[in-house]
């Protein structure tokens, strides 16, 4: 398959077209638009190589049906007694914390400058959402962000200082969206720690017909730092 370059025109190929790696499209830009187009054809920005934008839509794709959502003894007991969730109350320090977290694997991280820029648009218009993890001490201990379009959020990063304030925020985040109706929490690539909460691999041919009926559904748009947060027993 071809790995298709695209401009300043405000578009996408068809995500079956991608490379094995899921990789589909090179160029573009991360404006707000460009981004829910993105977003709600299946594809996602990953990084920056010498300015240029690397987009993709792999197959099978990691999906966690929030009523699939798997929570062991030893995580309620954590999330009861260790940790205090909040939604939206500082967007900016989560994603930079998420830049600093250091990955198996991984030398650097796709979060630049642009990527930061980017998805602060994003929050400040009401569609990228954060998750705050606190201790005891009010110290921030973990989170992770990600965009929210129609019934489906698509998660993109997260950050851990102390041990399980990530999973806590991760599993309280998936309790509260599905109580508010949301269907779908894309994962983007699967591993073996997130199918322990009970994300799967989806053929992309599935992924992309529940996602173009999930979409259509209204936004719920606007700053989530009003909403309660509601608790995993």
């Given amino acids: 398959m071809p790995v298709y370059m695209i401009d300043e025109e405000l578009l996408f190929p068809p995500p079956e077209l991608a490379e094995p790696d899921g990789l589909l499209a090179v160029g573009g830009d991360l404006s707000p638009q460009r981004l829910v187009l993105a977003y709600s054809m299946g594809i996602f920005p990953w990084f920056m190589d010498a300015g240029q934008l690397f987009w993709f839509s792999p197959n099978p794709r990691s999906v966690l049906y929030p009523q699939n959502l798997r929570i062991t003894k030893s995580m309620r007991s954590v999330l009861r007694n260790h940790f205090t969730i909040t939604f939206d109350q500082d967007f900016e320090r989560v994603i930079l914390n ?88 894309d994962c983007q690539v699967h591993t073996a720690h997130l199918s322990t909460f009970g994300a799967e691999p989806v053929k992309r041919r599935l992924f992309l017909k529940q996602l173009e009926k999930l979409i259509r559904y209204p936004i719920i748009r606007g700053k989530w730092n009003d909403l309660v947060v509601n608790p995993v027993m």
């Fill in 98 to 185: 998420c830049r600093e977290q250091s990955r198996p694997g991984q030398t650097g991280t796709w979060i630049n400058d642009d990527f930061i820029a980017a998805y602060l648009q994003m929050h400040e218009l009401g569609l990228a959402h954060s998750v705050e993890v606190w201790d005891k001490e009010g110290q921030l201990a973990g989170g992770l962000y990600g965009v929210c379009i129609g019934k489906c959020y698509f998660g993109e990063s997260m950050f851990s200082k102390q041990k399980n304030a990530s999973k806590a925020g991760f599993i309280t985040l998936v309790h509260s969206l599905q109580l508010k109706g949301i269907a779908l929490f």
